[in-house]
């Protein structure tokens, strides 16, 4: 019943900048937590940036100074500037959002994008 969907990624210079986003769509009652995460290849997926619906971040300590996240309530979006990339920013990003349905607007679940490649290579 909800879809999220990530755009953005791409190949990008050591230095260079990439911003991604990430629309839900569907019967959403409301988003609570929004946040991305990041998987490179022979490692744990880990939170890169999370944003709270009051608009609290928090981010891992590899990319602070560096990447932002936001988010547009009114959309249902959610965005990662990424600044300064680094070859070792290199993963597949996912985005995630918690989210009540109108058909069950007293439970909420996490749900997951389908992730989008960010690679930083010269």
């Known amino acids: 019943q909800v879809q999220l969907v990530e755009s953005g990624g791409g190949l990008v210079q050591p230095g260079g900048s990439l911003r991604l986003s990430c629309a839900a769509s569907g019967s959403i009652f409301s988003i609570s937590d929004m946040g991305w995460y990041r998987q490179a290849p022979g490692k744990q997926r880990e939170l890169v940036a999370a944003?709270?619906?009051?608009?609290?971040?928090n981010y891992a300590d590899s990319v602070k100074g560096r990447f932002t996240i936001s988010r547009d309530n009114a959309r249902y979006t959610v965005y990662l500037q990424m600044n300064s990339l680094k070859p070792e920013d290199t993963a597949v990003y996912y985005c995630?959002?918690?989210?009540?349905?109108?058909?069950?607007?007293?439970?909420?679940?996490?749900?997951w994008g389908q992730g989008t490649q960010v690679t930083v290579s010269s």
């Open positions: 944003i709270t619906s009051g608009g609290r971040t």
């Open positions: 995630n959002a918690e989210i009540a349905l109108q058909s069950s607007r007293w439970r909420t679940r996490d749900y």
